[in-house]
């Protein structure tokens, strides 16, 4: 049993740009919202396990940044690639509870362009970083159960399964079911270091395919982490 006494809770996120090798996420702003809006216009699905969406037109979607932007829970940022002047995707920490040091990445939404690419997952890893750097004890990542990309992609970043919370919620007329992921800061150092490893320019070819995938280092690095803290 660890002794909390003496842990401090940490610090809320604010309007804090993250900057990586391959991504870069900052504050979300009524200016993102038509490059968003043009880029995820092209595939109505992206809205398919988010409690809002598909827009009607790039007014509606203004209107809908508008109201997220500058919000203290969730806090919204846009995520840019390196090198392309428009963001995107749209990431959010939520769920912020300094007091017993837990908090949840959501509201994802990514482009197709940005989806399943170097900087998305970078994007998360700056997100991980900063929570564990800041004092967090959990990170969450919750999704429909249904969304079998989105557990997959809770898996291959590291994020624990620790269960489905049956009818959740009601999310546009459908029952939810909700998976629930989390990685906690024992686990961090260990992950960090498989996500860097990753991340290096040396596991990718002159093609950018990449020479170990992201899932297998983190997955090891679960299953020693679990051999040695088992769960209860």
Excluded at 55 to 73: E, K, L, P, T
Excluded at 111 to 119: D, K, N, V
Excluded at 157 to 172: D, P, S, T
Aim: proline share 8%; net charge positive.
């Amino acid at each position: 049993m660890r002794d909390l006494e003496r842990w401090t809770p940490p610090a809320r996120p604010g309007a804090m740009t993250l900057e990586g090798r391959w991504a870069r996420l900052g504050p979300l702003g009524p200016e993102h919202a038509d490059p968003l809006h043009a880029r995820f216009a092209a595939e109505d699905a992206i809205w398919a396990h988010l409690p809002y969406g598909p827009f009607a037109d790039a007014a509606a979607y203004r209107a809908w940044v508008a109201a997220a932007a500058g919000r203290d829970d969730p806090r919204f940022f846009a995520i840019w690639a390196r090198g392309d002047p428009d963001p995107g995707g749209v990431a959010s920490l939520m769920r912020i509870d300094p007091a017993n040091g837990v908090i949840e990445v959501g509201h994802l939404c990514l482009s197709p362009a940005l989806r399943r690419s170097t900087p998305a997952s970078e994007a998360i890893f700056l997100l991980a970083d900063w929570v564990f750097a800041t004092g967090y004890r959990r990170f969450e990542w919750k999704c429909d159960a249904r969304n079998g990309a989105s557990r997959s992609a809770a898996a291959r970043f590291g994020f624990a399964f620790e269960g489905v919370f049956r009818q959740a919620a009601i999310v546009k007329g459908r029952n939810r079911d909700t998976a629930w992921f989390a990685m906690v800061d024992r686990d961090w150092p260990a992950l960090r270091a498989a996500h860097l490893r990753w991340l290096d320019p040396a596991n990718f070819d002159a093609r950018g395919r990449q020479r170990q995938g992201l899932g297998a280092l983190t997955d090891a690095t679960r299953r020693a982490a679990e051999a040695e803290h088992p769960r209860p």
